[in-house]
């Protein structure tokens, strides 16, 4: 059955939403299992199947995951040293960060073997690109874009409001259709933001979601975005969730 839950525009003062931002609410499309303990950071979307990057210390992996069943087809684990974060694909390499190690790593996506490794400035949380950038955040209000072969930082926004109250717990991050959609860290929202200016431009509010599945004990926060541009079909789960939804987003009306 389709779950459709409508969200007006107003009483969303309590979750930080300001009255100037649409806010979008979300259909249910179809519902795919999902290794509950797989403690998600980054989600990608590639050619029928899934990339996913896990976190915690000495449980942090790099997988490769069927789209329908959940199986976990390839797993790389990482050094117990290193707490995963967010995940990307450019061309034919997966981007990998850590938390706080401040590395991140660069694998064959058929393969998984390790290309190179590189270093930043801050924490790693999530990571995505448009066609120029590779875009990563650190929790911060910050988005960094990076140039994808040096991986060197090129500059940085400030992601606010449009009354320019910064946005901060940026967290997972997925390209689409020309915006950035950021989990916000700890809340049932993601941001969507004007690459450009880094306006948020609506808020999609995700409240309920985490109650659509079994009650597994462990699930935690919303986390993890994935898109398929060929085929405009969007994705999100969260950390130990037992399930992963494909969603339609219900615009509202401007404000």
Not at 87 to 110: C, E
Not at 177 to 206: D, H
Request: aromatic share 12%; proline share 4%; with cysteine.
């Amino acid at each position: 059955m389709k779950l459709i839950i409508i969200i007006g525009l107003i009483c969303f003062s309590y979750l930080g939403y300001s009255a100037e931002i649409p806010v979008y609410s979300y259909q249910i499309v179809h519902t795919y299992p999902h290794d509950s303990k797989a403690f998600t950071q980054g989600l990608v979307y590639d050619e029928g199947v899934l990339y996913e990057s896990t976190g915690l210390w000495g449980q942090s992996s790099l997988r490769r995951v069927d789209l329908s069943t959940g199986k976990v087809l390839t797993l790389k684990l990482l050094s117990p040293e290193l707490f995963g974060e967010g995940l990307t694909l450019w061309h034919d390499q997966l981007i990998q960060l850590t938390w706080r190690s401040r590395r991140g790593f660069v694998y064959q996506k058929d393969d998984f073997s390790l290309i190179k490794d590189f270093s930043y400035a801050t924490e790693g949380w999530g990571i995505t690109h448009n066609e120029d950038f590779l875009i990563m955040s650190d929790g911060s209000d910050q988005l960094y874009f990076l140039d994808p072969k040096t991986l060197i930082k090129q500059y940085s926004i400030q992601v606010h409001t449009p009354k320019k109250t910064p946005v901060t717990h940026l967290n997972e991050l997925e390209y689409v259709k020309g915006e950035i959609f950021a989990n916000i860290w700890t809340t049932e929202r993601i941001a969507r933001i004007n690459p450009n200016t880094g306006e948020v431009k609506g808020w999609i509010n995700l409240t309920g979601l985490i109650q659509s599945q079994p009650d597994n004990g462990q699930a935690d926060v919303l986390n993890g975005i994935a898109y398929d541009a060929t085929h405009d079909r969007l994705w999100v789960t969260g950390k130990h969730w037992s399930n992963l939804f494909e969603i339609t987003l219900i615009p509202s009306s401007p404000p």
